[in-house]
């Protein structure tokens, strides 16, 4: 990547500014999206910290689904992506189509989860006052599910056009309407009735449909789609596309489910711990969610490149662009980690005057610090991949690094050894680390071997 001279190529410099002009919307959709769980997080914890505490783990829970999701539906952007490369531009929307159908049918299989969590909860010994505030979040949150998976096909349509600012645009009008939704519903105001947890899991799932339903008419009424012809015709399954699309689209999902629910066990078993423990738990992984969400939005803008160049035939170029992703993903998390190592204290002040809490989440901090260089390396790596469209092997590599090591791990520091709360957060440095080895060496092998395929120079 670098001249003799040691600066930096000048395809090397186009990339890494073509990535980023890429990348900028999508990480402000993210940040706009993880700024209405932090609304959430606050809220409740003006609530006190059963409330809190409740939140916290109902928001595992759920972003671990609506996560999981997105992974199935994700599957639509380097397919987009690659038709676009290769000037297929035409096949688009019936793809687009098909994935709705995959859609619809995620969000029947949400809803029927979300609504039917108590026994679980019961079950693995969560801290009984929690258990009805938790199913009460759930279940009001699980109405948005139908919006939020219409939502995601449309964005990542978008997202594999190379036109990220609609998710930009409809990420902030979420961000800025959860915000009264959780003053009125939570706190009774406006004529609202005080609902609690239950009022912030309905303002969310308002959000939803809010983002489905704009995005919706922006697709059918700006120019950038009208070739598309997207909601001219309906179109019936087709059983050889929906194959296809969830080939790529259900490891996707089964990767990103293996990852989340690592931090969602966490959560769960934090739990069992007592409000105090999981209040503090939550203030962490809040934060830590937040910045996340800026390697996050490169690994997706990381995807179309690699799938574009693919698409295109260009192995020196897919490589480039995967390369580049990493290396600037490594960039931002360093920033990150100094971030959580020098302002600590004055971060859990944001959330909580609580001095049990804090001192507990001051060193949750101190230890997510440690997993930034591995959590931005194998996100940015798992991006890369998906524009290949390789799904299966980056789904047993993060099933080796989270429950077989991340998970397992955890447990016995947190709960054999007695380190609580640190002990299975040391289990999520083992196993992001685990992926931030594994990931990048199978990006690197694949685009190595394509390139050689195509004559190019291997280095």
């Not at 901090?365 to 194998?378: C, N, R, V």
């Amino acid at each position: 990547m670098s001249t003799p001279s040691g600066g930096l190529r000048p395809e090397t410099r186009s990339e890494a500014r073509e990535l980023l002009l890429l990348a900028g919307p999508l990480i402000a959709a993210q940040l706009a999206g993880i700024a209405a769980n932090f609304v959430d997080t606050v809220m409740a914890g003006r609530l006190g910290p059963e409330a809190l505490g409740a939140v916290a783990v109902g928001a595992s829970t759920w972003m671990t689904l609506a996560l999981s999701t997105t992974g199935v539906l994700a599957a639509l952007s380097p397919t987009v992506a690659q038709l676009r490369g290769a000037g297929r531009r035409q096949e688009i929307a019936g793809w687009t189509r098909q994935t709705l159908w995959i859609a619809i049918l995620m969000a029947v299989v949400s809803v029927a989860l979300l609504r039917s969590i108590e026994p679980l909860l019961w079950a693995i010994g969560v801290d009984p006052p929690l258990v009805p505030l938790i199913v009460g979040y759930l279940r009001a949150i699980s109405w948005g599910m139908p919006g939020l998976c219409g939502y995601l096909v449309l964005r990542t349509l978008s997202e594999g056009l190379a036109l990220t600012r609609p998710a930009m645009y409809f990420g902030l009008v979420g961000a800025l309407i959860n915000i009264p939704g959780n003053y009125a519903l939570m706190f009774g105001h406006w004529g609202f009735p005080r609902l609690g947890v239950v009022g912030c899991g309905y303002s969310t799932a308002v959000v939803a449909w809010v983002q489905f339903l704009g995005l919706a008419a922006y697709v059918a009424l700006h120019p950038a789609y009208r070739d598309l012809r997207l909601f001219e015709r309906f179109e019936p399954p087709r059983l050889a596309r929906l194959r296809e699309l969830l080939r790529i689209g259900l490891p996707i999902g089964g990767a990103i489910f293996v990852e989340s629910s690592l931090f969602s066990s966490v959560a769960y078993l934090v739990a069992t711990l007592g409000a105090l423990a999981v209040a503090a738990h939550q203030i962490a992984i809040n934060f830590v969610a937040i910045l996340f969400m800026i390697p996050l939005g490169l690994s997706m803008a990381i995807t179309v490149r690699v799938g574009h160049a693919r698409g295109r035939g260009d192995a020196v170029a897919t490589r480039r662009a995967g390369a580049v992703g990493m290396a600037i993903a490594l960039g931002i998390q360093v920033i990150s980690a100094f971030v959580m190592v020098v302002l600590p204290k004055p971060i859990v002040a944001l959330y909580t005057s609580d001095p049990g809490v804090a001192e507990t989440a001051v060193g949750l901090l101190l230890l997510a610090a440690i997993f930034q260089l591995s959590d931005g390396l194998q996100v940015s790596a798992a991006g890369a991949l998906r524009g290949l469209k390789d799904t299966r092997v980056p789904m047993l590599i993060t099933i080796i690094a989270y429950w077989i090591v991340g998970l397992p791990l955890g447990y016995a520091l947190g709960f054999s050894i007695g380190l609580g709360p640190a002990g299975l957060w040391a289990g999520l440095i083992a196993g992001l680390s685990v992926a931030a080895v594994l990931l990048p060496w199978r990006f690197h092998r694949l685009s190595r071997l394509e390139k050689a395929s195509q004559g190019g120079q291997i280095g």
